[in-house]
């Protein structure tokens, strides 16, 4: 059975397209964040959201993932591989 998180991320991205999905998930990190997240690339694939970066501060990788959760409402399964240097 697929995991609940994994399906509404699959939804997401279907009604969407991942690129979609990840364009919108850009565009909210980007409002939230500032941007104080460089290089932002966020990669949707296999019910999976990615998120990639750099940042300065770890409270800007924290708005990042918040963005995530706020647009997913908290159901996704994500890997917030944003870099603080």
């Known amino acids: 059975?697929?995991?609940?998180?994994?399906?509404?991320v699959r939804r997401m991205a279907a009604n969407s397209?991942?690129?979609?999905?990840?364009?919108?998930i850009e565009g909210q990190?980007?409002?939230?964040a500032s941007?104080?997240?460089r290089d932002l690339r966020?990669?949707?694939e296999e019910g999976q959201i990615t998120l990639q970066g750099h940042?300065?501060?770890y409270?800007?990788?924290?708005?990042?993932?918040?963005?995530?959760?706020?647009?997913?409402?908290?159901?996704?399964?994500?890997a917030n591989l944003i870099v603080v240097s």
Do not use: Y
Not at 17 to 24: D, H, S, T, Y
Not at 29 to 32: D, G
Not at 59 to 78: E, F, M, N, R, Y
């Open 59 to 78: 409270h800007a990788k924290q708005l990042a993932l918040q963005a995530v959760l706020d647009l997913t409402d908290g159901h996704a399964i994500l």
């Open 17 to 24: 397209g991942p690129i979609g999905l990840a364009e919108r």
């Open 55 to 57: 940042s300065r501060t």
């Open 1 to 8: 059975m697929t995991h609940p998180r994994e399906s509404d």
């Open 42 to 44: 966020v990669v949707c």
């Open 29 to 32: 990190i980007e409002q939230r």
């Open 35 to 37: 941007g104080r997240i």
